[in-house]
Each structure stands twice: as structure tokens, then as C-alpha cells.
């Protein structure tokens, strides 16, 4: 089991927590989440070495906080150099920080049997910035690492529990395809939760 979670982290998921029970619609979620996730990723010193391993892998997803309720979940997504997450649908919304390096966001339409199309411009985002995904048409996000010879660390709130949940991917050549959340949090460095981090939360 690891330790109590850092005091960043804690306030964080404090916040969020109380949002996400406080806020009528995703757009004031995304709105004051983003000052709170601007807060999380000003310093890069708090997550724990645990939750930054690659171990050879091209990627890694580990889930920091999980909430009793699945209404929404806290994710540090490390990239190796070069390397980038599958294009898939994004059915829920999403805040994004830049802990560590650099990172290329990206909004795209996902056509079956077509190529992703462009929704927007692609956003690089160095360390402590902030992006947000509000969900419409079956849109995904297209996410790596901007660096070819650095890895990147992204911390990202979905709406949802989104491990183990398949989303809809599309490849290049339009090939669409499945792509599932799975964390690689070892036995010993499970999800924090809402017991393990009220306990020294003073207002």
C-alpha cells in the first residue's frame, strides 16, 4: 500500500470531488477545473516515482484517485519519446495537465472506414498548461508525446471510470478498431479514494 497521497494530489481530488457535487452542467466543471488542474501541475515534484514508470513501455495509465460513485476519475498518463496513445472516441469530458515535458493535443471527427479529420488545431502544451475535451459527435482526441527524446507526464480527470471501458478508435488508413483503459497501478500502489484523502483535509 503506498503512502497517504501528496498534498497537491489530496486538494486536488478534494476539489474535484466537490465540483463534480456542486456543478450544474459539464461547462462550469470545465470552466473552474481548469484553474484547479493549473494549480496541480504548477510544480512537478509531488507524484510519486510509482506512478511515472514506462518499464519499456511505449505508454502507461495510472489511475491516482477513483471515486466510490464512477462519476469521474484522476489519471497520470506517462509517454515515452515519440511515442502516442491510440486516436479513440472521448465520450465523457476531460482536463488535462502537463506535469512533466511536452505533450500534442489534438480534436478530431472519427468517420468510420475515412481518416480522422481535424477539428481544430493541434495544441502543444509544454509543462503546466491546461486543456480541456467537452464530448460532441463522437469526436476523439489525438495525444503524444511532443518530444522525441524526452518522456511526458499528463494528468487527466475523465467524467466517468473509464478503465476497462472499450472506446472506439480510428487509424490512419480509417481502420476502426477498440481501445481500452488499462491501469498499471502494481498491488502495492492501488487508486487513492475519498477515505484516504478526507483525512487531513482542513478548510
Not at 477545473?33 to 494549480?39: E, F, Q, T, V
Not at 471510470?161 to 498491488?187: C, H, K, L, M, W
Request: charged fraction near 20%; aromatic fraction near 6%; charge should be negative.
Amino acid at each position: 500500500m503506498t503512502a497517504d497521497p501528496p498534498e497537491p494530489l489530496r486538494r486536488f481530488c478534494w476539489d474535484i470531488q466537490s465540483m463534480v457535487e456542486l456543478a450544474d452542467d459539464p461547462r462550469e466543471i470545465l470552466m473552474i477545473g481548469r484553474d484547479l488542474m493549473a494549480r496541480l501541475v504548477a510544480q512537478d515534484d509531488w507524484l510519486p516515482e510509482v506512478f511515472a514508470r514506462l518499464d519499456g513501455a511505449p505508454f502507461r495509465q495510472y489511475q491516482l484517485y477513483a471515486d466510490q460513485m464512477t462519476r469521474f476519475t484522476v489519471i497520470a498518463t506517462v509517454l515515452a519519446p515519440g511515442a502516442a496513445l491510440p486516436v479513440s472516441e472521448q465520450m465523457v469530458w476531460e482536463l488535462a495537465g502537463v506535469l512533466r515535458g511536452e505533450v500534442v493535443r489534438q480534436r478530431l471527427a472519427l468517420p468510420d472506414g475515412a481518416p480522422p479529420v481535424a477539428r481544430a488545431a493541434s495544441k502543444c502544451l509544454g509543462a503546466g498548461a491546461v486543456d480541456a475535451f467537452a464530448p460532441k459527435d463522437g469526436d476523439g482526441l489525438a495525444i503524444a508525446n511532443g518530444s522525441s527524446t524526452a518522456p511526458a507526464i499528463l494528468i487527466e480527470v475523465h467524467g466517468a471510470e473509464i478503465g476497462d471501458q472499450p472506446r472506439r478508435t480510428v487509424g490512419p488508413d480509417g481502420t476502426v478498431g477498440s481501445f481500452t483503459t488499462v491501469y498499471a497501478n502494481p498491488p502495492e500502489a492501488p487508486a487513492w479514494d475519498i477515505l484516504t484523502i478526507q483525512a487531513r483535509i482542513v478548510d
